[in-house]
T-cell receptor
């Protein structure tokens, strides 16, 4: 079974600064997907960024980027130029590559609460 | 607008009662999921479905039941057998394939409190 570990329950950062959230995972799979999801105080969860394990290039979405280290099974999220609206719970998630109609199940970490201070 | 609708937003239940949480999506997604969220526990998967009339147990299915009679709908019943049902429940849907597998779209959640 896959496990996802987020070792930082809470973090804070000053507005306009950069912060990195950590995520490690354990799997015997070679092909899989990794995700970061954001849950703001309003509670509706949204996808931040997605990484496919077979791609060596790190995914980026505007101010959000990842550092994907496959050998180390590490998938950290970097938020540049932090904004007050980035205050949220951030969840790392894992999904093994579905093949032959097999399942599309996501496993989530316990989350990191990020607070951006003015 | 396309999206996922969960209802009710807040629900109170007496011990021993079954309760059903509604989840509807108009995104034409094949996969649907129910997660339970507790403080400090992250999201734990209860049930998921990849196709109509089929669903699979997740990690904490005991005391819950689901149905998937229509593509758009995936209701969750919390039965009296669930020993600790007070929680926040999140429904999600996802396309399958199209290079977007695993991209979950979430509803706003349902807060269930057992009195």
């Amino acid at each position: 079974a896959q496990t996802v570990t987020q070792s930082q329950p809470e973090m804070s950062v000053q507005e306009a600064e950069t912060v990195t959230l950590s995520c490690t995972y354990d799997t015997s799979e070679n092909n899989y997907y990794l995700f970061w999801y954001k849950q703001p105080p309003s509670r509706q969860m949204i996808l931040v960024i997605r990484q496919e394990a077979y791609k060596q290039q790190n995914a980026t979405e505007n101010r959000f980027s990842v550092n994907f280290q496959k050998a180390a099974k590490s998938f950290s999220l970097k938020i540049s130029d932090s904004q007050l609206g980035d205050t949220a719970m951030y969840f790392c998630a894992f999904m093994k590559h579905p093949s032959g109609g097999s399942n599309y199940k996501l496993t989530f970490g316990k989350g990191t609460l990020l607070t951006v201070n003015p | 607008d396309g999206g996922i609708t969960q209802s009710p937003k807040y629900l109170f239940r007496k011990e021993g009662q079954n309760v059903t949480l509604s989840c509807e999506q108009n995104l034409n997604h094949d996969a649907m999921y129910w997660y339970r969220q507790d403080p400090g526990q992250g999201l734990r998967l209860i049930y998921y479905s990849q196709i109509v009339n089929d669903f699979q147990k997740g990690d904490i299915a005991e005391g819950y039941s689901v149905s998937r009679e229509k593509k758009e709908s995936f209701p969750l019943t919390v039965t009296s057998a669930q020993k600790n049902p007070t929680a926040f429940y999140l429904c999600a849907s996802s396309p399958i394939g199209q290079g977007r597998s695993g991209e979950l779209f979430f509803g706003e959640g349902s807060r269930l409190t057992v009195l």
